[in-house]
Nanobody, 123 residues
């Protein structure tokens, strides 16, 4: 499975961005997809995850109500709609994929990773 993330950029506080992650290779709708982020000088952290069907979604508390994860299985693509962005959202955002929904927020459980896309939120 290969993952290609895109959509990052520079945005002002309160603005919006939509990240995309296109999957290719041996993909199917059974893969759990997730977004993680790594702020400058910090550890990589969980942001949001979505089940294979798209019926279940999970997000870390700091983005609830602002970020929305979704997927289009016909296009093998997962999205992260980010609204009301804050400077503390500045990070490199990575998409990831794995088979099981267990431990969906544990980055060590993910077998496949995209290359990352930089999101910078200016104050």
């Amino acid at each position: 499975v290969q993952l290609q993330a895109s959509g990052g950029g520079l945005v002002q506080t309160g603005g919006s961005l939509r990240l995309s992650c296109a999957a290719s290779g041996r993909t199917d709708s059974n893969y759990v997809m997730a977004w993680f982020r790594q702020p400058p000088g910090k550890e990589r952290e969980f942001v949001s995850a979505i089940s294979g069907s798209g019926g279940s979604t999970f997000s870390t508390d700091s983005v609830k109500g602002r970020f929305t994860i979704s997927r289009d299985n016909a296009k093998n693509t997962v999205y992260l709609q980010m609204d009301s962005l804050k400077p503390e959202d500045t990070a490199v955002y990575y998409c990831a994929a794995k088979r099981s929904l267990l431990r969906y927020n544990d980055l060590h459980d993910y077998a496949y990773w995209g290359q990352g896309t930089l999101v910078t939120v200016s104050s």
